[in-house]
């Protein structure tokens, strides 16, 4: 007897639960290869290994080893606009919630050594225009959203936000190569310097 059409759906969700839990097992395994030995040193072999896959089942989730690493570098970025977004949603200031943004994402790197090569590869003006879309996208956007807030409060100097959002983005990033505890630097900037950097670069000019 056929099964019901409720039965077929619960079928269909079951599976689209595993398929989900083994494409999230794979960009686990490519994450940590990724950041241990770079784009070019991880192969989709070495991830099929990894991930107890074949590599045509690995292909079946993704169509190529690049596309593994957009999904990477977008899965990174939307966790960390998740981490963001709280930071907006606090209160103060809109420079003060623009400052906690670039604070944050300092922390998470601090506290995730091993994903400040994907960071960096995600903005890496070498690769694709497609992988810096996939992975600074959202990062850009809660960027923008906190300049606005500050530039109606008065606290953020004016200027298109979208723009100055990518001022922001640059910023953190070079302090991700300066800052001791993730650069290893005998002599680095410290967090604290970095933020007045900040500061003065996005408070409103003088009158």
Do not use: W
């Not at 292909?59 to 080893?65: C, E, G, H, W």
């Not at 200031?93 to 943004?101: N, P, R, S, V």
Request: net charge neutral.
């Amino acid at each position: 007897m056929a099964g019901t059409p409720g039965t077929a759906s619960v079928r269909e969700a079951r599976r689209a639960q595993r398929l989900a839990a083994r494409r999230e097992e794979i960009l686990t395994v490519a994450e940590r290869l990724f950041a241990s030995h770079g784009y070019e040193g991880t192969s989709a072999e070495r991830i099929a290994a990894g991930a107890g896959y074949s590599v045509g089942a690995i292909y079946k989730f993704f169509p190529s080893k690049d596309a593994i690493y957009l999904a990477v570098l977008e899965r990174n970025a939307l966790s960390l606009a998740d981490r963001l977004r709280e930071c907006v949603q606090s209160s103060g200031t809109g420079l003060e919630k623009l400052l906690a943004m670039a604070s944050t994402v300092i922390r998470t790197v601090r506290a995730h050594p091993d994903r400040a090569r994907l960071t960096f590869g995600s903005l890496a003006p070498e690769r694709n225009s497609s992988a810096k879309a996939a992975s600074t996208e959202a990062l850009l956007e809660v960027y923008s959203t906190g300049i606005r807030e500050g530039q109606r409060d008065g606290t953020i100097r004016a200027g298109d936000p979208d723009l100055l959002a990518y001022y922001v983005g640059g910023l953190v990033t070079a302090h991700l190569g300066v800052d001791a505890e993730i650069s290893h630097r005998p002599v680095g900037v410290p967090l604290e310097e970095f933020l007045e950097i900040v500061r003065q670069a996005f408070e409103p000019r003088s009158q």
